[in-house]
């Protein structure tokens, strides 16, 4: 007979926020992204992707 303790109870992960892609590019295709002082630029290709370039 085998007995197992119950597992750890864990804390639930704090929600990330989360942005659509296409309100971000306001319904085009590129948006910047500022982050301090560097700029970035954020691409939906045609494949439906997302590229972040400095």
Do not use: C, E, W
């Not at 007995?3 to 295709?29: E, I, V």
């Not at 301090?36 to 954020?42: A, N």
């Amino acid at each position: 007979m085998n007995f197992h303790s119950a597992p750890p109870k864990q804390s639930p992960a704090p929600a990330l926020p989360s942005y659509a892609a296409r309100d971000l590019t306001a319904g085009g295709d590129l948006a910047q992204i500022v982050l301090d002082d560097q700029t970035y630029t954020l691409r939906i290709t045609r494949a439906g992707k997302l590229i972040l370039t400095k």
